[in-house]
Every structure is written in structure tokens, then in C-alpha cells.
């Protein structure tokens, strides 16, 4: 098994900076890509950022500029920096990865994180 644990998440001012990071843990063979997802009140779930495992990443318009993703291979994680937020960024945060284990490494399967609540409020 798998888990996936987010932290960093918290509240600041607009303008402000925040750090996500999620780490991985359990019975790892290897890491596919590595993604940051979104969901405000109301709204649907948004992919914002992924990094694939060669490197390349991607960015979706609302997010581009303003945050960078990052693998954090010692943690076995992946890492958000957000800079200069807006109120619109307020959301809770979520990564997933794909993932194969020791058990199965041929397969890929992805896992979520539970969550971390990010608000850009004045």
C-alpha cells in the first residue's frame, strides 16, 4: 500500500507564498508523474501542475508564473511553490502520483493525497 501526505497548507495574505510538499510512503518501486490538483468550494477538481518522470512540466494558465513544481526525491515527494497568491487561489490542495510497487512493478496506479487547505484572504 500507498499513502500520500500533504502538508504546508495554511492561510496568507494576497501576495504571500506558500510551500506544499507531499511525501510518499509504503512498498515504492517506482514514480510516473507526479500532479497538483485544486478544488474550490463549488467547483470541480482542477489539475494546475505536473511534473512528468523525465522532468518536463506543465502548468495550467490560472497558476503559470506564479507556481513552480518539483520532485523532492529524497522525500520520495513533490513539492508546490506558490508565489504572489490571489483570493482566487483559495482551495484545498491535493497531489497524486502514479506509482508502481514492489509487489506489481509494471503497473502504474494512482494515489491521492487527502488534502491540505490553502486561503489567500485579506
Known amino acids: 500500500q500507498v499513502q500520500l501526505v500533504e502538508s504546508g497548507g495554511g492561510s496568507v495574505q494576497p501576495g504571500g507564498s506558500l510551500k506544499l510538499s507531499c511525501a510518499a510512503s509504503?512498498?515504492?518501486?517506482?514514480?510516473?508523474?507526479m500532479r497538483w490538483h485544486r478544488q474550490a468550494p463549488g467547483k470541480e477538481r482542477e489539475l494546475i501542475a505536473d511534473?512528468?518522470?523525465?522532468?518536463?512540466?506543465n502548468y495550467a494558465n490560472s497558476v503559470k508564473g506564479r507556481f513552480t513544481i518539483s520532485r523532492a526525491n529524497a522525500e520520495n515527494g513533490v513539492l508546490l511553490q506558490m508565489n504572489n497568491l490571489k483570493t482566487e487561489d483559495t482551495a484545498v490542495y491535493y497531489c497524486?502520483?502514479?506509482?508502481?510497487?514492489?509487489?506489481?512493478?509494471?503497473?502504474?496506479?494512482?494515489?491521492w493525497g487527502q488534502g491540505t487547505q490553502v486561503t489567500v484572504s485579506s
Open positions: 497524486s502520483m502514479l506509482v508502481s510497487t514492489s509487489a506489481y512493478p509494471l503497473d502504474l496506479s494512482v494515489y
Open positions: 511534473i512528468l518522470s523525465g522532468g518536463q512540466t
Open positions: 509504503g512498498s515504492i518501486d517506482s514514480f510516473g508523474a
